[in-house]
């Protein structure tokens, strides 16, 4: 039943963003408080063919209620996940909202915020617990993580560190927190 359930996601996915590959992971969020809101978010196994061009629209397609809203909202991505696609549902928003009030909305920018935890802590856990399948992800949207962490002058790179994994030898990778762990005690930074 769960099988039928994971497969049903991957085919609707498959369906709703004209990808031929399944995700390479699926978030799925039901949150309740000050902010309401059901997201299904997808990370791709692959780049789509514009996305390092100026054509490419990042953003989550965004309803209130099961009525869209907006087809792609890139407020609610940061630029380091811009590659993650999805629905997010609330229905704390209002149908008549207009792009410049949903700009500034702080229903938004919580429902952002959150999201960002997610997609940040399901990478960090596929980074420990299928490190192949992370260095796969990482081949195709590494250089959007290591622009995310240099981008706004640093901003954003204490919270982008850890998924981050460089080139150690020819065939091996390591995080920073790896490298640092293993390097002897007189070394220094």
């Known amino acids: 039943d769960r099988r ?22 699926v978030i799925r969020v039901n949150a309740e408080g ?13 780049a789509p063919y514009d996305y390092y061009t100026r054509d490419y629209v990042p953003g989550l397609r965004l309803y209130s209620n099961g009525v869209m809203i907006m087809e792609k909202c890139p407020d609610l991505l940061p630029e380091c996940f811009r590659f993650v696609r999805g629905i997010v549902d609330s229905p704390d928003l209002s149908l008549n909202i207009s792009r410049e009030m949903l700009q500034h909305d702080r229903q938004l920018r919580i429902i952002a915020q959150n999201l960002n935890k997610r997609i940040k802590n399901e990478l960090i856990k596929m980074l420990e617990n299928d490190r192949p399948k992370y260095e796969q992800f ?6 959007q993580l290591r622009y995310g962490a240099v981008a706004n002058y640093g901003q954003n790179i204490e919270s982008l560190r850890d998924l981050l994994i460089y080139n150690v030898s020819e065939d091996k990778t390591a995080t920073l927190r790896e490298y640092t762990d293993r390097m002897p005690a007189e070394q220094k930074f």
């Open 4 to 25: 039928q359930r994971q497969m049903c996601i991957r085919d609707s996915y498959k369906e709703k963003f004209k990808d031929t590959e399944d995700p390479v992971s």
């Open 34 to 46: 000050t902010v309401s809101y059901r997201a299904m978010l997808f990370v791709p196994a692959k």
């Open 138 to 143: 990482y081949k195709n949207y590494g250089r």
